[in-house]
């Protein structure tokens, strides 16, 4: 099974600030990468697709790139409401795989 | 409006069986793979088990191999887990979610139903 090692499990971040948060695979996927949000109590919800691809409805500061091993997401202005749980999922094949998650704290 | 709704959940003894179901609507649910995906109290998530749209591929993780079997009824727009032998381990909110209309990362979950495994 792909593994998918992300980080960090957690950080603590202002409103405004730049946040990055990393998943790395331990073999190529290409970009068959999602990002998640998750609130407590709620589903997750798709961000970004295809490493690097906005999901319908999800504001514009959110921003995935990478491919093959090595993968970002960027929230480029932290705003009150992101403060959450990020997971990357790789889809590339079965079984699928999430990484282990980081906590966006208020700071 | 895409809607999935788990249900089934509840409190079962170690070694108990249990069957989940998820009721789809709002989309055409014969013509989409669908997953279980399960998180336990405070941990991540972890993907459970795949069935293709015709019901002809199913897939599971090793935790599950042998003791959990996922099938849907297309005439019904439902899905289902079978759960058997469960263990401690298994306690977790259980997700039913549907890839995006050309594959990959689930786009819609329903809101999950909570299975305790527990004496």
């Known amino acids: 099974a792909i593994q998918m090692t992300q980080s960090p499990s957690s950080l603590s971040a202002s409103v405004g600030d730049r946040v990055t948060i990393t998943c790395r695979a331990s073999q190529g996927i290409k970009n068959d990468l999602g990002w998640y949000q998750q609130k407590p109590g709620k589903a997750p919800k798709l961000l970004i697709y295809?490493?690097?691809s906005l999901q319908s409805g999800v504001p514009s500061r959110f921003s995935g790139s990478g491919s093959g091993t090595d993968f970002t997401l960027t929230i480029s202005s932290l705003q009150p409401e992101d403060f959450a749980t990020y997971f990357c999922?790789?889809?590339?094949?079965?079984?699928?795989?999430f990484g282990q998650g980081t906590k966006v704290e208020i700071k | 409006e895409v809607q999935l709704v788990e249900s089934g959940g509840a409190l079962v003894q170690p070694g108990g069986s249990l069957r989940l179901s998820c009721a789809a609507s709002g989309f055409t649910f014969s013509s989409y793979e669908m997953n279980w995906v399960r998180q336990a109290p405070g941990k991540g998530l972890e993907w459970v088990s795949y069935i293709s749209s015709s019901g002809r591929t199913i897939y599971y993780a090793d935790s599950v191999k042998g003791r959990f079997a996922i099938s849907r009824d297309n005439a019904e727009n439902s899905l289902y887990l079978q759960m058997d032998s469960l263990r401690a381990e298994d306690t977790a909110v259980y997700y039913c979610?549907?890839?995006?209309?050309?594959?990959?990362?689930?786009?819609?979950w329903g809101q999950g139903t909570l299975v305790t495994v527990s004496s």
């Open positions: 295809a490493a690097s």
């Open positions: 999922l790789q889809d590339y094949n079965y079984p699928r795989t």
């Open positions: 979610a549907r890839p995006r209309e050309t594959g990959g990362a689930p786009d819609y």
